[in-house]
């Protein structure tokens, strides 16, 4: 019989590559998402993919009456957990909002697991629980906190209120730290496309392709880099979503209590090799100036893979031109 899981904030960027990889792994998945950050859009587009709707209720995990209606209407194997407000920035300027959405929504939900006997979660980690002073690679020992930002700091609370769950409580927890996500579903029918000015580099960058944006600014030169531009460690998507299905079938042995694992490719790519990738896919020059460093952005992040490679047996598959390939398809389709 297929096992049932509750995906949080399976309508979002991730959270959808989630769904259609479970659900195609053999899960059925029920979504819970409250809509606050995609749209409606991507149920149809994951529908497209699969051949049929997946469950979904639109609501707020701090609902706590629907959280029961929901516990109470399936029986659950366990929770794959996206569902969470994830704009550094925002957070800064509204930190309880952060607090309350992250923490308060995701103690609810534990709450509800635990109610309900449902011990197994997969939890949406971030980089940014990595202290900034850490040698990179940064592995799953490097020292955690000295966040610098409200929403770095939900993440590293709900990382210890699950590893307090596993040790007091019986909770089996995958905690995941993601590096920085980017790519799509290669139909071209699910990604992201956030409304107004993006945070993040590579959708900024197809804004500025589609005539939305006039120019990429380019944040700091003089870092100590290859070029002088910021460094991140960019996972595909799909890959990404991989490793959670690896994750989650681990967990079938009751011994795995809480272990975190970086998802990342364990190599870095700068902001001006991001843009010429970019235009060789685009076919395409990109407009870009140099301007001041962002606030809190530190030179060179990316990872060591190691730990999930060796445990999960999971790595990353697909190529950055592949990864970027895919995003501007969807893009195109839908802009
Ligand atoms: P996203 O905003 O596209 O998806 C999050 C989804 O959660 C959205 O659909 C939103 O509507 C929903 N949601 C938010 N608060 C909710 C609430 N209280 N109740 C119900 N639904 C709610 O973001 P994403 O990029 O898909 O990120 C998914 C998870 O991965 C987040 O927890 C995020 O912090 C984490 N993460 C993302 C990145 C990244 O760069 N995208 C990196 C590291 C970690
Ligand atoms: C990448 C690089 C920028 C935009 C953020 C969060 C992190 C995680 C992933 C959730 C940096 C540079 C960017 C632009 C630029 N999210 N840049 N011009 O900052 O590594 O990580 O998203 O957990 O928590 O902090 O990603 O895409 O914003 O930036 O030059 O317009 O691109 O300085 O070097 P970041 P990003």
């Known amino acids: 019989m297929k096992k049932t899981l509750l995906i949080t904030g399976g309508i979002g960027y991730i959270g959808s590559h989630g769904v259609v990889a479970f659900e195609t792994a053999w899960y059925e998945t029920v979504i819970v998402d409250n809509l606050c950050n995609s749209s409606i859009q991507t149920l149809y587009g994951m529908e497209a993919i699969l051949g049929y709707r997946p469950k979904f209720y639109e609501g707020d995990i701090r609902n706590t009456e629907l959280l029961t209606q929901i516990f109470e209407s399936h029986t659950f194997d366990g929770v794959i957990h996206f569902a969470g407000l994830k704009a550094v920035g925002e957070s800064c300027e509204q930190p309880l909002l952060y607090h309350d959405n992250n923490v308060k929504g995701s103690l609810e939900l534990f709450k509800c697991m635990q109610r309900y006997q449902v011990k197994k979660i997969v939890f949406s980690s971030s980089a940014t629980v990595y202290h900034p002073g850490n040698l990179i690679p940064f592995t799953e020992e490097s020292r955690v906190g000295g966040t610098t930002n409200p929403y770095g700091t939900t ?174 398809n969807y893009y195109v389709a839908n802009s």
């Open 155 to 328: 993440k590293l609370i709900l990382e210890q209120m699950l590893e307090d769950l596993a040790l007091h409580a019986g909770f089996q927890v995958m905690n995941l730290r993601y590096f920085n996500p980017v790519g799509a579903h290669e139909s071209g029918k699910i990604w992201e496309n956030p409304q107004g000015i993006p945070n993040n580099l590579l959708p900024y960058i197809l804004k500025v392709w589609g005539g939305e944006l006039p120019q990429v600014s380019v944040f700091g030169d003089d870092y100590d880099t290859i070029d002088g531009t910021g460094v991140r460690d960019y996972i595909d998507v799909v890959d990404l979503i991989a490793g959670h299905v690896r994750a989650y079938e681990r967990m079938d042995d009751s011994r795995w209590k809480f272990t975190s694992y970086n998802l990342g490719v364990g190599r870095g790519i700068s902001v001006l090799e991001m843009i010429s990738l970019v235009e060789k896919v685009v076919g395409k020059k990109i407009p870009y100036i140099i301007t001041e460093r962002r606030r809190g952005d530190i030179g060179e992040v990316y990872c060591s893979p190691e730990k999930a490679r060796g445990e999960l047996g999971w790595k990353s598959e697909t190529s950055i031109e592949t990864s970027l390939k895919n995003s501007w």
